[in-house]
Structure formats: structure tokens, C-alpha cells
């Protein structure tokens, strides 16, 4: 994974077919998606529950590009070896999620994987300040996690701005997760986001068996996130 601030797509499996997850998977990625975000929920720390290691596991020979786990589960720091074994390529675990976020990072870091912070609407960015060193992404919440197809809470928006100065020229990609549609990527974008995760926006209206809506989706959110940076920039 090498590092740039290019817009990258994530489509969230939340939203596929669940009784189809392979072939979802490379659909999505042959329609242009850039990595592929899984959303792992205990129905403790969030109120709903989906992917276990061993689904995780049965996802990853049809992920060519990069397998994104978001852990939305609490206690995280006895589950992180097994995610990794499972084969994802980024974890990333909430702030919220213990008391010692700096060690379920180096935890992280140890088993080889990229390192995700990620932060619920309500949480501030102060933390993250003496975190950012530890970071390979941070992880904007843009929904309340927990489940697809929610409505895109405009303040956070400020939260990406601010996540970005303090970034600065470290390589720390900043991914936002909710309400994302081709009205909001640019918002996002022209705040600093450089991942967009994206589930209902991509899956609807497409199948395994006719994607090409799933690559109209994916290249309306690119394009107009691209366009939002572009002018930015000119």
C-alpha cells in the first residue's frame, strides 16, 4: 500500500447480497472500487452485529485490492491477531472503544497491519494529536456507527478540516464513513478526506449478475470528490 492523497473508493459490504459476498466482492472490485471496507459490529459497542473472524477469513481470496476492517466492537484488543490473521490489510479500531487506545494500536502495528483510528460524530479530535505518529488512517465518522444507509452529519465536516491540518505532510490517510453519495463526497473531499467509504450509494441498483450500476456509482462518487478537490486547488 503505497501512500498518496488520490481519491480512493471503499464500497462497504454492509450493503452487498449476504448470500453472495465473493462474487459481490469482485464486482465491485472489477467496477473500479479501490479497496474494499468491512464493517465488523458485536451488537455491544454498536447495535448491530455482523462479520466474525472466520467470515473475514472467507472474504479475503476474492479481495485483490486492499481488505479494510473497521473493528465497531469493544472490548477490540482480544480480537486484533485474530482479524489479522483473517488477512486484513488495514484495522482500525475507535477511540471509544477502551481506555488505552495507544496500546490496542501497537497492537495493531505488531501484527504487520496498517493502523486505523477511527471517531465517533461526538468525539473531538484533541486525542488524536498524540496519536498521529502511531496512525496510518483516521477514520471520520460521518454517520452514528452501527448501521447502512443513515443521513450524513454535516458538522463533522469541520472535524475533517481540522484532522487535516493537524495531519499536516504526515502520510495519514483520513476516510470518512456515512451518508456518503455523490452530493456529499465532494464536501468531504474539499474538507480533506482522501478515502471515501461508501456502501448503499455503490450497491444500488446493481447485481452480481448486471454491476455495471456499481462502476456508475463508484466513478459519480470519484468524479465528483475529484472535482471538489481540483477547484480547491486552483
Known sequence: MSFDRSIRIAPSILSADFADFGREIRAVEDQGADWVHVDVMDGHFVPNLTFGPPAVKAFR?????VMDVHLMIAPVDPYIEAYAAAGADVITAHLEAGPHVHRTLQAIRATGKKAGLALNPGTGIEAVEYLLDMVDLVLVMTVNPGFGGQKFIAPQLEKIAKLRAMIGDRPVHI???GGITPETAP???AAGADVLVAGSAVFTGGSVSAPAPYGNNI???RTAAEAAVAGKAA
Request: without cysteine.
Open 61 to 65: 481470496p476474492h479481495v485483490k485490492t
Open 175 to 177: 476516510q470518512v464513513d
Open 187 to 189: 464536501l468531504v473531499a
Open 219 to 221: 466513478r459519480a462518487i
